[in-house]
């Protein structure tokens, strides 16, 4: 069994900061990519960043800038630092990390529960 628990979502006033945690747990063996989603009311999904496990990054263009991704490999977290937030960033945000357990070799993709990020004054 693998859990991913997110944390630290939350109001934040239009152009504050707000830092998501994600935690995995379990039977892992390793973990290749972490990454954020999210989504906003009737919108799809979306990938927000991405951080593989040699520390390579991507960030959907709306946030670059503001946004910054980073992962403790020895905590088997990772964590977005959410700077100059904007009404539009408002979504409940997912943790996803794709991992291999110590009883399979095949890398599967497993989500956290989400947590919201709401922007608003």
């Known amino acids: 069994q693998v859990q991913l628990v997110e944390s630290g979502g939350g109001l934040v006033q239009p152009g504050g900061s707000l830092r998501l945690s994600c935690a995995a747990s379990g039977s892992i063996s390793s973990i290749a990519a972490m990454d954020w989603y999210r989504q906003a009311p009737g919108k799809q999904r979306e990938l927000v960043a991405a951080i593989t496990s040699g520390g390579s990054i991507n960030y959907v263009d709306s946030v670059k800038g503001r946004f910054t991704i980073s992962r403790d490999n020895a905590k088997n977290t990772v964590y977005l630092q959410m700077n100059s937030v904007k009404p539009e960033d408002t979504a409940v945000y997912y943790c996803?990390?794709?991992?291999?357990?110590?009883?399979?070799?095949?890398?599967?993709?497993?989500w956290g529960q989400g947590t919201q990020v709401t922007v608003s004054s």
């Open positions: 996803n990390a794709k991992i291999a357990t110590i009883f399979s070799r095949v890398w599967r993709d497993y």
